[in-house]
């Protein structure tokens, strides 16, 4: 296997690592919004705090998306991950009238990154054989 082979593979073995860490992360984000609402109002500060710790990961996902040569539509994908937790995700927090999109917009993450996790591990199962 070359040194390019390598980097591919790896690059793609972080990028799926990063994808979990992700999917995790929206479940527990989601869970913790629950918490708040229906145990806890101090818990929207947890809310909002743990938001910071994973909102870039995306960025980096598509760092490694180039680097592992995955397609343009996962690049796309992953662009998108990014724009409906950072941009879309704190204008619906200010802007009252399309607030009710925020509780929906972590159901799409979800979905979506289930989606990137099962295309990568697909492209990697092709490149394998």
């Known amino acids: 296997m070359t040194g390019s082979n ?3 593979q790896y690059s793609r073995q972080v990028f799926l690592v990063l994808a979990w860490i992700y999917a995790i992360c929206v479940v527990i984000q989601t869970l913790i919004a ?3 609402v229906f145990n806890n109002y101090a818990f929207w500060e947890y809310h909002t705090t743990f938001a910071i710790w994973f909102q870039f990961i995306p960025i980096l996902m598509l760092i490694l998306a180039f680097s592992g040569q995955l397609s343009k539509k996962i690049r796309w994908e ?5 724009l409906l937790i950072v941009p879309l995700q704190y204008v619906s927090v200010h802007v009252p009238i399309i607030g009710a999109i925020h509780p ?3 159901l799409i993450l979800f979905w979506l990154i289930l989606l990137i996790i099962k295309q990568t591990t697909r ?3 092709k490149t394998n054989k």
């Open 104 to 106: 929906v917009t972590p």
């Open 123 to 125: 492209a990697g199962k």
């Open 6 to 8: 390598h980097r591919v």
């Open 34 to 36: 629950g918490m708040a």
């Open 78 to 82: 992953v662009v998108v991950l990014f």
